[in-house]
């Protein structure tokens, strides 16, 4: 099984550097020409099935991908981004300033520190990973699959893929609407590629 695992496209938060978590934000103007381009690019495949993240972000990409294959969006709140609680709308130095004990704790250890009110990267990795296993049981072994999500749920699921303690999702970094795969063969797990942009390097 092939499972095409998708960054939704800008918003405006990406682009002013302010934390978004679990908010319903759309994307921008470059978000809807990055998912139009994914979309292309992906024209091709054939699916099984594409499934998102239920925020928006991640269902409007979806939706620019379904959109050459006549199949319906199947969202998962288990793909989410993760939870930031209070640091939703702020910045890094925002964050800094107001919740300077948490975020001390968070640049020691990234992973497993908890977000004020929110989750940390380890929790949301546990609950993507079962939205994953969740996916893969219904599925044939040849099939291809999408999932349009977020760029911290792909680098917990590298992690995983990898067995790489989570603290190391810091090392990485996913584009907008840049693909990264993961190959299911014979009950393992096997990364294919990370961060491939290309169809974005060519406009």
């Given at each position: 099984?092939?499972?095409?695992?998708?960054?939704?496209?800008?918003?405006?938060?990406?682009?002013?550097?302010?934390?978004?978590?679990?908010?319903?934000?759309?994307?921008?103007?470059?978000?809807?020409?990055?998912?139009?381009?994914?979309?292309?690019?992906?024209?091709?495949?054939?699916?099984?099935?594409?499934?998102?993240?239920?925020?928006?972000?991640?269902?409007?990409?979806?939706?620019?991908?379904?959109?050459?294959?006549?199949?319906?969006?199947?969202?998962?709140?288990?793909?989410?981004?993760?939870?930031?609680?209070?640091?939703?709308?702020?910045?890094?130095?925002?964050?800094?300033?107001?919740?300077?004990?948490?975020?001390?704790?968070?640049?020691?250890?990234?992973?497993?520190?908890?977000?004020?009110?929110?989750?940390?990267?380890?929790?949301?990795?546990?609950?993507?990973?079962?939205?994953?296993?969740?996916?893969?049981?219904?599925?044939?072994?040849?099939?291809?699959i999408c999932i349009t999500c977020h760029g911290g749920t792909i680098r917990a699921i590298v992690?995983?893929?990898?067995?790489?303690?989570?603290?190391?999702?810091?090392?990485?970094?996913?584009?907008?609407?840049?693909?990264?795969?993961?190959?299911?063969?014979?009950?393992?797990?096997?990364?294919?590629?990370?961060?491939?942009?290309?169809?974005?390097?060519?406009?």
């Open positions: 099984m092939h499972i095409l695992l998708v960054r939704h496209g800008e918003t405006a938060y990406n682009a002013s550097g302010h934390y978004q978590g679990h908010m319903q934000i759309s994307l921008n103007e470059t978000g809807f020409a990055q998912a139009t381009r994914v979309g292309e690019r992906l024209r091709q495949h054939h699916f099984a099935a594409i499934y998102s993240s239920d925020l928006l972000r991640a269902v409007q990409t979806a939706t620019a991908i379904a959109a050459h294959h006549h199949q319906p969006v199947v969202e998962l709140a288990g793909f989410r981004e993760i939870d930031v609680g209070l640091w939703e709308h702020l910045t890094v130095a925002e964050i800094a300033a107001q919740f300077p004990t948490d975020f001390a704790a968070y640049r020691v250890n990234p992973g497993r520190a908890i977000y004020t009110g929110g989750e940390s990267y380890a929790q949301m990795q546990t609950r993507a990973m079962h939205a994953l296993t969740t996916v893969m049981q219904r599925h044939d072994e040849h099939d291809t992690c995983a893929v990898l067995n790489l303690d989570i603290d190391n999702y810091t090392q990485m970094w996913i584009d907008n609407c840049a693909l990264t795969t993961v190959i299911h063969q014979h009950g393992k797990l096997r990364l294919g590629n990370l961060n491939d942009n290309a169809h974005a390097e060519t406009h």
